[in-house]
């Protein structure tokens, strides 16, 4: 849990939340390819993909035509989840083209840094390491298929929370 204090996380011992400071850091690398990855490429890695993609189209620090985005997993599964498709398609962003990849289908070669979004299951390491020199950031996020929210009926909710999360993120790096 963090708090926010003059636009910047604040973790419990009262430092800079480690994403923000991740986030400075590959900013000043100028990256060329941002691999999103987690197990399946098919909830977090997918909606960091796609996000950051139509965050990129009208960001001032980086373009589309100079910085390539992807997602890949471990152990691809059979597609982007439906849920993902629908919170994206609540903010106007079209995933449903985009299909589970492994890491193997991704030029590991021209990735300049690999954003794991792993949370209590194991992130395929591994895979980064055939990368490469690259930048490894790990941004620790429930998978929200697995949260079941008391009280609350929207199956939704919890791919909200997630999207919202990323959303900042990936504004804060790429904006």
């Not at 100079?66 to 691809?76: D, E, K, R, V």
């Not at 083209?97 to 992130?123: N, R, Y």
């Not at 609350?152 to 904006?175: A, T, V, W, Y």
Request: hydrophobic fraction near 45%.
């Amino acid at each position: 849990m963090s708090i926010v204090r003059n636009g910047i996380d604040i973790d419990r011992d009262g430092k800079e939340a480690s994403w923000q400071k991740d986030a400075v850091e590959i900013r000043t690398r100028e990256p060329k390819h941002i691999l999103f990855l987690c197990m399946a490429n098919s909830i977090r890695s997918q909606m960091a993909e796609g996000l950051a993609k139509a965050i990129l189209k009208d960001s001032k620090r980086f373009s589309p035509s100079t910085l390539m985005i992807s997602s890949a997993g471990a152990i691809p599964g059979y597609g982007v989840h439906e849920s993902v498709v629908a919170v994206l398609q609540e903010e106007g962003i079209e995933v449903s083209g985009q299909f589970a990849k492994g890491a193997g289908e991704v030029d590991l070669q021209s990735v300049d840094v690999v954003i794991t979004l792993c949370a209590e299951e194991v992130c395929p390491i591994e895979l980064i390491e055939k990368a490469g020199a690259v930048m490894r950031v790990h941004w620790k996020l429930p998978d929200p298929s697995s949260i079941f929210l008391r009280g609350s009926e929207d199956r939704l909710l919890p791919f909200r929370k997630i999207r919202e999360i990323l959303r900042e993120r990936l504004q804060f790096l790429l904006m």
